[in-house]
């Protein structure tokens, strides 16, 4: 399982990369991917959407089932990665370079797990 130390993670399988703007991004970690399998459809909140923490804000498709993806931290979307629209299997190809939105006006953050918690908690999942 591929992490990079420089994300934190939230237990409903998402990565969190703060930026220098005090925005943050938010994706489907690696683990996430490969359960879900090939992704076919992307969904997507709007440019000024609230979302909530803990919350779903997009749903992702794959061959097997849509699933929900969940909010780590409350606050205003500014940006959504279009590509994705098109191309969803990109997050399948490098699931840390495929964000799925940009977070602006964070006034929560649910606690996030560094990248060893995240693994212990996905070595836990698997049993």
Known sequence: MKLLDTLKYSKSHEWVEAMEDGTVRIGL?????????DLVFV????????????DSFADVESVKAVSDVYSPVSG???E???ELLD????INEDPYGAWLVVVEEITEQEDLLDAAA???HCEEEKH
């Open 87 to 90: 191309s969803p299997e990109m």
């Open 29 to 37: 970690t690696d683990f996430a991917q490969s359960e879900l399998g």
């Open 80 to 82: 959504i990665n279009e």
């Open 118 to 120: 995240y693994e212990a």
């Open 43 to 54: 969904n997507l909140p709007e440019v000024g959407d609230e979302v909530a923490c803990g």
């Open 76 to 78: 205003v979307i500014k």
